[in-house]
């Protein structure tokens, strides 16, 4: 039994709008512009004008099933993360939708919504659990779509700017490359409140939760008893430049070992910026059969997730 991703689906939306022309719209100051762009390095966000979060994806479920040979017979649960809390209008039944369309009516839905832009890692997480303790299972779907559909809300002070896009995910018993060996979760409650937490405590998350991005990685290789120098690459989500150089020094790593190549072009899109990254790295050829790589998140809460695999 070898648990891992044998597919990847992605949908991002043709449409970039530059960060400097969403000055005014999203009320930024000269200051902060020059925080996002020349120190944090966004470029430009991807923004769907059509599409609503389920029709994206649908389009990354295309992709998936189109571009990889997957029996959906196979998968018999679908996982589903959100970060933001609106996905579809009221009552409507989008996985009955998915499950006509794909062929996978016996499947059961888990959305899990709770890990914000940490949940991809919980999913990693709650399949190899599922699959290692179900021996009649053979595959998990995990899906994953955000869309920012307030556009005054895509910015995320002092962080980062909200980019639309969706992901589908196949975990499979057989997988041939990209075996999950272990994830780890770590949940601390700084800014529990979400927006509505004091501005301190927004502010303490975003000076303390590169350390925490720190702690998490250095904890998982140590319960796998893994060096860091062990791995290939770090894949992590779109939170921006800074950050992820942050965690590069205080890892005593080069800064290019962590991987996040759609930053720049499509912001963060939250829990599909891993497959994102995770696609081009394979396209790229930046994994060789057999490296160590690691999967990295952290959402709001603060909520922190890492996955180890082998390519």
Known sequence: MAIGIAGTGIYIPEQRIPVTELKGDLNISNEDLELLTEVHKLDTISVEPHLRSDE??????DQLFSENSIDPLDIDLILFTHTILQFTPYQ???FGKIKKEFRLQHARVLPIAQMNC?????LFQFALKWLNKNSESKGVLILSSDKTFIHSFRYMKDSSIMGDAASATYISKHALNNQIIDSKLKVEGTIYN????????ISWFQKSFSMGLVKIVKSLLKENQID???????????INQSTWDRVASALKIAPSLIYYPSLGDIGHAHNSDPIINLQTAIQNKKLSKGDLFLTLTAGNGSTFGCTLFQH
């Open 56 to 61: 994206m994806l649908f389009k990354s479920l």
């Open 92 to 94: 409507w039944d989008i």
């Open 194 to 201: 979400g927006a509505k937490s004091s501005p301190e405590d």
């Open 228 to 238: 860091i120098n062990e791995i290939k690459l770090i894949i992590s989500s779109n």
């Open 118 to 122: 940490a949940g991809i890692d919980f």
